[in-house]
């Protein structure tokens, strides 16, 4: 039963739609402005790096939260339950309809609560990646691959249940990324910074 609860309060925390509440602060709509996405890129483009670390810190905070309670409901178990669901409540949000975004920085707290050496790794990717395309999404993808590289490689050691939470995170965020996947394959796909 204690799982079951880790599942719907990590699904519940995720649904926090902090891109919405942050653009509403600021007298915007990010659904309906830039690429409609509620996350920190988007947040950054529509209403400028203050926002955006806002965002990036509420949506990271929720995903370290239903890690958190998670773990106190049903240990790893349950700590892997409530991450992955704060995942699919941050893409799909009880809030917005099934709306939603592409997981990243949910993702990167849930991680951070795991294990750091999973955040480490993965962000040092990121970096690497952004600061050789400027794409956001390729990095973001990247990175979430680098963490699956080193669960499996047991980097640092986690219990199945977190290891299998680890790569369901990997694969919604790839999931998520579908339209971007499809215009990186057209060279369609927007540089930070660039414009239009």
Do not use: C
């Not at 939603?100 to 970096?127: C, D, E, M, Q």
């Not at 979430?144 to 590289?149: G, K, M, N």
Request: aromatic fraction near 8%; charge should be positive.
């Amino acid at each position: 039963m204690n799982v079951v609860l880790a599942a719907i309060a990590g699904y519940l925390l995720g649904s926090i739609p902090f891109g919405v509440v942050a653009a509403r602060q600021a007298g915007r709509d990010i659904l309906h402005e830039g690429s409609g996405n509620p996350g920190a890129t988007n947040a950054l483009r529509v209403m400028g790096p203050y926002w955006a670390l806002a965002v990036l810190v509420g949506d990271a905070g929720k995903g370290i939260l239903a890690a958190y309670v998670g773990w106190k409901l049903g240990g790893p178990v349950g700590s892997a339950l409530a991450g992955a669901a704060a995942a699919v409540g941050h893409a799909y949000s009880l809030f917005l309809r099934g709306q939603g975004g592409k997981v990243v920085a949910v993702s990167l707290g849930v991680l951070l609560f795991w294990g750091w050496p999973l955040l480490v790794g993965a962000l040092i990717v990121f970096l690497i990646v952004l600061g050789l395309t400027r794409i956001v999404s390729l990095a973001s993808m990247l990175a979430a691959l680098a963490a699956a590289v080193l669960a499996a490689a047991g980097l640092p050691p986690l219990s199945p249940a977190l290891r299998y939470g680890v790569f369901f995170l990997v694969l919604l965020l790839i999931w998520r990324h579908r339209p971007n996947i499809t215009r990186l394959l057209r060279h369609e796909e927007k540089r930070l910074g660039s414009h239009g």
